[in-house]
């Protein structure tokens, strides 16, 4: 049943009411493990100053800590609950505006997006991708930062992926799509250019598709599903929508940070750009051979590049991409935001 924009509507407004109630028991669970945390700072301080010889008074502020230590999880418990909780209600809200944008293009309403605002929504969807927040002990589900989609996963329609496509006879490049299908009795993807701007439609194997991670990591709880120092990488051009090659110097510290990469495509010897780590993948070992044709493009690459929408850099006296090469000295830092990257390290 297609969800119409009054549906739509409807179904937004009731979570965000429920997210509003949630924000303020979200407020009293907070303020309760405040009042649970000072009361035993307070008691420790007592047990602290008391003197040794009391055993008995001892013996009663070790009983009181431990319902204090029993009362302080309870309550934390709680306040996860309630955070997940609002967390789902959000993911909801995301998950039905999504649905409505798909639909809206499948209705042939797409809306024409400028080339700015194209990336600056592009910035906005990485650093705003969802952030794993997985329990004690748990480990990073697949699509999360860089851990690898299971070998059966089938991305849906609206994800995010790499995909390989021919430009020209002699010439394929790595691009940013978005799936439109996936055709199961041909075992294909129907992908579409997410520069809109290109209007191509591609029908593409499953192989030469990488789906992106749905979920960013957080290096302090999972550090294992981030990229190691050194990893060679696919990363999005900056002011692009085309993937090159690119080696991390320096790993996310915190969420919302993001990659620090050096480009093998930049003409300017040690330019470190920052790449958010938001939407991260392999490439698996099936796609070597491609892969490797793709990062020997022709003399004409440059060119097609630099006349190409896709490619327009600003300043683009500095960060326009030339032919690739090989083995770029590592110097200096100059901070640049942007988009995504996919690991290249197995298919190497």
């Not at 509507?9 to 000072?38: F, G, K």
């Not at 991708?129 to 748990?138: A, C, D, S, T, Y």
């Amino acid at each position: 049943m297609p969800l119409t924009a009054d549906v739509a509507a409807q179904q937004v407004q009731e979570r965000l009411r429920t997210l509003h109630r949630l924000i303020y028991d979200i407020e009293a669970e907070r303020s309760r493990n405040e009042q649970c945390i000072e009361s035993i700072l307070r008691v420790e301080k007592a047990a602290e100053s008391s003197s040794s010889a009391e055993d008995s008074s001892s013996s009663s502020q070790q009983m009181q800590l431990k319902n204090l230590y029993k009362a302080g999880l309870t309550a934390a418990e709680q306040e996860e609950r309630v955070l997940r909780a609002a967390l789902s209600r959000i993911y909801e809200i995301r998950a039905i505006k999504n649905e409505r944008r798909i639909q809206a293009r499948h209705a042939g309403n797409k809306e024409t997006i400028g080339c700015g605002a194209l990336m600056k929504m592009l910035l906005s969807a990485a650093q705003t991708l969802p952030l794993h927040v997985g329990r004690v002990g748990e480990r990073a589900p697949p699509l999360c930062g860089a851990v690898p989609a299971d070998s059966g996963h089938v991305a849906r329609a609206g994800d995010a992926v790499a995909a390989l496509v021919r430009v020209s006879e002699k010439e394929e490049n790595w691009i940013l799509a978005e799936v439109v299908s996936w055709l199961p009795a041909q075992g294909k993807y129907e992908v579409d250019d997410i520069d809109e701007e290109q209007k191509n439609r591609h029908v593409l194997s499953k192989r030469r598709v990488v789906p992106l991670p749905l979920m960013r990591a957080d290096p302090r709880t999972d550090e294992g599903a981030l990229f190691p120092k050194g990893a060679v990488v696919m990363a999005l051009y900056p002011q692009t929508t085309c993937f090159y090659r690119a080696i991390v110097n320096r790993l996310p510290a915190s969420a919302a940070d993001p990659y620090e990469v050096l480009f093998e495509v930049c003409t300017i010897s040690g330019i470190f750009i920052m790449i958010c780590q938001s939407i991260l993948k392999q490439i698996k070992k099936m796609i070597r051979r491609t892969l490797m044709d793709t990062l020997r493009p022709s003399a004409s690459h440059r060119d097609t590049l630099l006349r190409s929408k896709r490619a327009r850099v600003a300043p683009a006296d500095s960060l326009a991409p030339p032919r690739l090469q090989r083995a770029p000295r590592l110097s200096p830092l100059i901070r640049y935001i942007e988009y995504t990257s996919v690991d290249l390290q197995h298919a190497t």
